[in-house]
C-alpha cells in the first residue's frame, strides 16, 4: 500500500425519477477494503438494483480508472455465489 494512496468507490441505483434514483460514494484506503465494501453496498442496496458505476485510485494526485476492476470483481462474486 502506497501511503498517499485513496480508492473511490461508486455504487448507483436507477429509478423512475430524482428521487427514486441515487448513488452512493465512499473513499477506502485499499483496494481489498474498497472491493470488499463494493460488494457489501451492493447486497446492502439489493432491492435497488445496484450497480458499481465508477472506482478509482489516487496515488499522489494521479488517478486511475479501475472501473473495470471493481465490476469483474462484482461480477465473479455473484456467479461464485449462484453456483456458475
Not at 468507490?9 to 484506503?29: A, K, M, N, V
Amino acid at each position: 500500500m502506497y501511503t498517499n494512496e485513496i480508492l473511490y468507490g461508486t455504487i448507483c441505483w436507477d429509478g423512475y425519477d430524482e428521487d427514486t434514483q441515487g448513488e452512493y460514494t465512499f473513499t477506502r484506503y485499499s483496494l481489498n477494503d474498497l472491493l470488499d465494501d463494493l460488494w457489501f453496498y451492493t447486497q446492502k442496496f439489493e432491492a435497488r438494483s445496484p450497480y458499481v458505476e465508477c472506482a478509482s485510485r489516487e496515488i499522489d494526485n494521479i488517478e486511475t480508472d479501475i472501473t473495470i476492476i471493481a465490476q469483474e470483481f462484482i461480477k465473479n462474486k455473484t456467479e461464485e455465489l449462484n453456483g456458475k
